[in-house]
């Protein structure tokens, strides 16, 4: 049904990073263990600062220059070789969904959600809070309350809880909460990354930490390489509450194309099959309003040259990606967007495959290896 | 896939509006329309360019020495689905692209892809529905448009997800009135392509022709940015609800605009509250000059003058529009003279425009 090209053996994207380029010989990266330290680092939409700094460690070697725009996004910049022919921005964006504190009450803490939380994946759930008054950086373990249905009426018990009914409770007296928490403090999921059987990662927020993996994988890809293109390459803060980083990244950059990099939906029980994307077949590349066609076909003609299997992903409206936001700054910029397809989206068990991200880091490397002289024209042509 | 070729522009204004009605340019996919567009103006246009998003801008250099620059608005694209899955059966399952009402399709006939292969969405027979179903709306997960194809393989050669389709309908001159698919907003973009043929303003004078108003403004956006106008009108056709009262109902209050009435100024929607001056200006012109012209009923709804008011330091936008019944359905029906109302209205009023007040600074 869909374009989907045979799968491309996973030792492939391993090799390619360990190979040595011409121009600068260098350490392989271990794509996985730089995604799991993503997701251990919290950085909620509007509080990216800690996987700011992960990454900004990370990137360091692997660029030209770092840079931002002025509200957080952090830019890894790669120059041309000799006078760019063109510039490119690549943005994924490095905030998460999480919660926040907004009121205590005998020693339980409220709170609300940022971004796309779900209601019902909540009770039970075990989380930890940023407590500033107990030192900022100290992370107070707890858990959201749940009411056992031996207590519940029958007509809750046919309804979610919603979300400003429940609370985390940190099994402290109310005065040493009081004495530790703000309102305004953070609340991540507590689950830790894993390793799940054959090439599955599982970890929270892995959307969108996958793709900024991608991300750090395509600039090692790039390492050493000759660039015709100028490379921007953006971790994006606050996609989760409405693309902030994206429009601001993008006005800023003002770049003649760009790519979005985020997670779509992976295959599992009750989705239609069309919004859905089996792990471990490759990234997809996506078609709709949002997004430039020749952006789109020139993708899938790099990825069909490197043998990387990618599936076409059509989205009728809104992407609800950082693409929706970039297309539309300034006079317009032909947007792209890969994805990587991942399961339980907005929920702390996000499940992506390995071999998808390496692939994407792959696909992203040899398009901006393409992008010639002539690209900026072929954009100008609306098929 | 091979485009359609666009045929040459016709002269008369109805031609025009039919040929525009015809052409599939569900939003996202406005090439068609596009081509037309392009052939249309490539012999009065001073400048014609399109821009990354596919909005068409063309612009007529002013005969003053003032260099202001005007801007004014059609939307090329319509309201439609996309091709979303081809399933084992050969039907192929679809998604709405703007604001479209999954029960306008029932029933109906669709152009499939560029190469507008007929499909029909088809319906239960009606002795085999259950009781529930009856009175319930079908939804967009449950409509399946049939090209002929008897399998995924075959369907697959024909489409892929992706394509658009839109309703099948034929262009009717009804004598007085117009009757077509997608007349929002090609009956805008007819007016602005008449408009900018027949006029040389003392300012320059842009048209954005754009993409994408259905699903949020958006070529609008980047055109207003680039273009950077002091002012801007905006050329839609917005619906008239001008029906009978309903059962149990003794008056229809609720009309937003009427047929036959004149052209219509909007006073204020869900995107933009229009500056005064603006319809003021307007509404004189149209008295002095004996021009029908009603006001839209403020309420919801909304087109490009959001997008575009509220680019760089803020742009005063005005929305002139056609009433048409039954839009966003397979057939919208205008009145020629609302259309002819529309056209003269924005030509004197704009050939009069005030001047517009400076903008700050940009330091």
Sequence with gaps: MRSVMKPQPATAAGALLSSTHRMAPRKSIDLAAHLMDLCRTAGLSGHEAPVRNVLRRAWRPLVDELSGDRIGSLWGIRRAARRPAGRILLAAHMDSIGMLVTRIQDGFLFFAAIGGIDARVLPGALVQVHATRAGGSTALPGVITSRPPHVQSADEKRKVTPVHHLMVDLGLSAAQTARSVEIGDLIVFAQPPLRLGGDLLLAPALDNRASVAALTGCLAHLRGQALQWDVVAAATVQEEEGFAGAYSSAFAAQPDAAIAIDVTFGRQPGLPEWKTFKLGEGPTVSFGPNLHPQMGAALMEVAAANAISCARDVMPLHSGTDAYAMQVSRAGIPCGLVSIPLRNMHTPVEVVAMADVEQAARLLAKFVLALDGKFRKRLKVHP | ?363
């Design chain 2, 1 to 363: 896939m091979k485009p359609e070729r666009a045929a040459k522009p016709a002269a008369t204004l109805p031609g025009l509006i039919r040929q525009l009605s015809e052409a599939v340019a569900v939003s996202g996919d406005e090439h068609a329309v596009r081509q037309i567009v392009l052939q249309a103006l490539q012999n009065s246009a001073d400048k014609l360019e399109v821009d990354a998003l596919g909005n068409v801008l063309a612009t007529r250099t002013g005969t003053s020495r003032r260099r202001e620059r005007v801007m004014a608005a059609a939307h090329m694209d319509e309201v439609g689905v996309m091709i979303v899955s081809i399933e084992s059966d050969g039907l192929l399952a679809i998604e709405a692209v703007g604001g479209l009402d999954a029960r306008v399709l029932l029933g109906k006939q669709l152009w499939v892809g560029r190469q507008r292969l007929p499909g029909v969405v088809g319906a239960t027979p009606v002795h085999l529905l259950k009781d529930e179903d009856e009175k319930r709306p079908v939804a967009f997960d449950a409509l399946r448009v049939d090209i002929g194809a008897a399998s995924r393989e075959a369907a697959a050669k024909l489409v892929q997800p992706g394509d658009r389709a839109t309703f099948a309908t034929s262009f009717r001159n009804l004598g007085g009135s117009l009757r077509g698919k997608a007349l929002d907003d090609r009956v805008g973009v007819a007016l602005l392509i008449e408009l900018f043929r027949s006029t040389r303003f003392e300012f320059d004078f842009t048209a954005a022709f754009t993409v994408q108003e259905e699903v949020g403004l958006r070529g609008a956006q980047v055109a207003a940015f680039a273009i950077d106008p002091v002012a801007a009108l905006v050329l839609e056709v917005t619906p008239a609800n001008d029906l009978p009262p309903q059962p149990g109902e003794t008056e229809n209050v609720r009309y937003n605009t009427r047929l036959g009435h004149g052209a219509a100024l909007s006073l204020a929607d869900s995107s933009t509250l229009y500056p005064r001056a603006l319809v003021q200006h307007f509404a004189a012109i149209a008295a002095r000059d004996q021009i029908p012209f009603q006001y839209r009923q403020p309420g919801g709804g909304g087109n490009d003058s959001g997008g575009i008011q509220r680019r760089r330091s803020g742009i005063p936008v005005l929305a002139l529009s056609v009433p048409g019944r039954y839009i966003h359905s397979p057939a919208a029906l205008v009145r020629l003279s609302d259309v002819r109302a529309a056209l003269q209205l924005a030509r004197s009023a704009l050939a009069e425009l005030p001047r517009m007040p400076r903008r700050p600074s940009r330091s």
